[in-house]
């Protein structure tokens, strides 16, 4: 999913999966994935304590909920999402600690319960709580 992200900035792709099926999927890329690499690349002119997302593309989070109620609303009651990152070749790259709490709070309130991220030692999982509580003690 990743690879079919749009944004210049950061190639990010989801998938949530409930028993062993993929029931919602998405990745980052411009509002209906209208291209606008202006947006994707400029220096956004924000105050340092600027408290929203200052990205320019819906996040692939996001993009997997809504597709997972979209089409599976009865099975995401205790899903996993994972999250994954990949560099301008395609290559896997750290997904990072939990920082996103727009994402975070999103996850949590659909029901998802387990957040998968890629570590360089390997996949650690996250209960949605933890991954929440996580996500607020991230600073920049």
Known sequence: MAERALCKRDKCGAVIVADGAIIGEGYNSPPRDEVDHERCTRKHELAPDFKSDKT???????????????????????????????????????????????CSKMVLDVGVGTFALWHPEGIKLYETHEYNDLSFQWTA
């Open 56 to 102: 320019c593309c819906p996040h692939a989070e996001w993009r997997a909920v809504f597709d997972a109620l979209r089409h599976h609303p009865e099975r995401i009651a205790g899903s996993t999402i994972y999250f994954t990152r990949v560099d301008a070749t395609g290559a896997f790259i750290p997904s990072g600690k939990p920082y996103c709490t727009s």
